[in-house]
Nanobody, 126 residues
Framework: QVQLVESGGGLVQAGGSLRLSCAAS????????MGWFRQAPGKEREFVTA????????DYADSVKGRFTISRDNAKNTIYLQMNSLKPEDTAVYYC???????????????????WGQGTQVTVSS
């Protein structure tokens, strides 16, 4: 079992930056493929980015590519999401998620992930 706790959300002006963190419990954190998803009001939860167990491979949604960076520190059981050049359309609740296995397009789907944090609100004003 893995428990995930996000932090770092808040209100920022367009063009600004935020850094989200997701702390995981347990000793097997390095066995998990990790992802960030977001959900805006009235919309479905969508994939933002994901990182492999070692951190050597990452993937991003086209909408955030070049602006967001995911990273992980397995010694600290934590993943991070550095968000730069934020836009009003980035406004959403951001969730981190964990799965022991994903492959191909499955890694982009919320249903693939077994564990979720409670979410942290990110609001970008114009």
């Amino acid at each position: 079992q893995v428990q995930l706790v996000e932090s770092g959300g808040g209100l920022v002006q367009a063009g600004g930056s935020l850094r989200l963190s997701c702390a995981a419990s347990g000793r097997t954190f390095s066995r998990y493929f990790m992802g960030w998803f977001r959900q805006a009001p009235g919309k479905e939860r969508e994939f933002v980015t994901a990182i492999s167990r070692s951190g050597g491979n990452t993937d991003y949604a086209d909408s955030v590519k070049g602006r967001f960076t995911i990273s992980r520190d397995n010694a600290k059981n934590t993943i991070y999401l550095q968000m730069n050049s934020l836009k009003p359309e980035d406004t959403a609740v951001y969730y981190c998620a964990a799965t022991q296995y994903c492959s191909g397009y499955g890694c982009y789907k919320p249903i693939t992930y077994d564990y979720w944090g409670q979410g942290t609100q990110v609001t970008v004003s114009s």
